[in-house]
Every structure is written in C-alpha cells, then in structure tokens.
Antibody, heavy 121, light 108 residues
Framework: QVQLVQSGSELKKPGASVKVSCQAS????????INWVRQAPGQGLDWMGW????????TYAQDFTGRFVFSLDTSVGTAFLQISSLKVEDTAVYYC??????????????WGQGTLVTVSS | SSELTQDPAVSVALGQTVRITCQGD??????ATWYQQKPGQVPVLVIY???IRPSGIPDRFSGSSSGNTASLTITGAQAEDEADYYC???????????FGGGTKLTVL
C-alpha cells in the first residue's frame, strides 16, 4: 500500500539543525510531489511548501523561507526537511504528505505519521 | 483576502446534520479539500475536488461550494466524527496552498 514513513522524534537545542526524513513506498516516488506541513502544539495545520520529486525544485511558503530546506534522495524514494538555526518556536510536529490532483484542487493522501521536533535549552 | 476562515468550534447533536464552512476569495476559483484530525492522530483526507470521498470515508460526509464559501456537511453525525476539521485550498495567486484555521466539532 502507499505509505510515507517519517523519521523519529528529535530533541534539539536552540541554534542547532535537524533533518527529518520521509520515505515513500508503494508507488513511483517521482510521480507525486511531496508537501510539508507544520503543526505547533495545540495549533492548526500550516502549509510549509512542496518539492517536485521529478525535478527536485522546492517551493516554500512565505513563512518558511531561509532556514527551511526541502531535498530528495530519489534513489531511495525519500524526501527531507532540514531546519537550521532552530528556535524554540520551531517546536512542532512536522508532516510530509503525498500530493495528488491538478489545477482545480490538490489533496494530500497519505500523510506521514509525523515527526515531533522539540527545541529546548 | 488571502486567508481561509473557519468557525473555531461547532457542535451537533448525535444523529443530526452539521455544516462546517470555509470562506476565502480563492474558493471562487479553486475547490476546497477537507481533512479530519482526531486528537493525537494524523490528518485524514475526507473530501476533495467536486465532492469526492476517498475510499473508506462514510457517505455521510459531503462537500459543496457556493461563491467564496466551501462547506463540509455531515448528515447524521456520529460520535466518532468528533474531531478537528481543516479546509485547504490554493491561495489567490494559485501558486501556494493554505489551510483554514480549523473547526473543532463536538458531537453532543
């Protein structure tokens, strides 16, 4: 079955970096974009951006430019989210999600199980 | 507006019908997608496109749209439908996506 499996929880100090992985299985990796979504504790869903798995081109939402980098390793069907210069306010669950659809509508299915990144001194 | 606006909380009596709405200018040109998220769980796709339910989603869930408002309707709400519901669509530019703030549904 189509599945996205993310790496495990991370505890980091402010100023450090973290790299979250999202491994796809059950479909051809380069046929669907991967999106990233953040959910801070007790908050809603925040779209971070997406990466074209065919070309490797990332697109970032306005609030996620600079310290956030999307990347791929297509040889193992894996997408990555790297966050540098971590801040306490980056503490959140980060989800990857497979994108489907077209111009009129885009949907995410499935989602990864989420990776909790905790930033604390 | 470049935002999608949802009521923070809605309640419904067990077995009754509830409509959860999502307002935004971009919805005049793009469909809303709806996700259900139960506490501590991963969001689940419930409606996409022009009222399409993924496999496994009960037919009591339906979607509609009029003008700048998209709606998710649950006809005959069940206790297990208690969850947060998020709409999502493209922004006005069409280049980016955005989520609504979410609606917490309570089934009484």
């Amino acid at each position: 079955q189509v599945q996205l499996v993310q790496s495990g929880s991370e505890l980091k100090k402010p100023g450090a970096s973290v790299k979250v992985s999202c491994q796809a299985s059950g479909y051809s990796f380069t046929t669907h974009a991967i999106n990233w979504v953040r959910q801070a504790p007790g908050q809603g869903l925040d779209w971070m951006g997406w990466i074209n798995t065919h070309t490797g081109k990332p697109t970032y939402a306005q609030d996620f430019t600079g310290r956030f980098v999307f990347s791929l390793d297509t040889s193992v069907g894996t997408a990555f989210l790297q966050i540098s210069s971590l801040k306490v306010e980056d503490t959140a669950v980060y989800y990857c999600a497979r994108e489907s659809g077209g111009q009129d509508a885009i949907w995410f299915d499935p989602w990864g199980q989420g990776t909790l990144v905790t930033v604390s001194s | 507006s470049s935002e999608l606006t949802q009521d923070p909380a809605v309640s419904v009596a067990l077995g009754q019908t509830v409509r959860i709405t999502c307002q935004g200018d971009s919805l005049r040109g793009y469909y809303a997608t709806w996700y259900q998220q139960k506490p501590g769980q991963v969001p689940v796709l419930v409606i996409y496109g022009k009222n399409i339910r993924p496999s496994g989603i009960p037919d009591r869930f339906s979607g509609s749209s009029s003008g700048n408002t998209a709606s998710l309707t649950i006809t005959g709400a069940q206790a297990e439908d208690e969850a947060d519901y998020y709409c999502k669509s493209r922004d006005r530019s069409g280049d980016h996506l955005m989520f609504g703030g979410g609606t917490k549904l309570t089934v009484l």
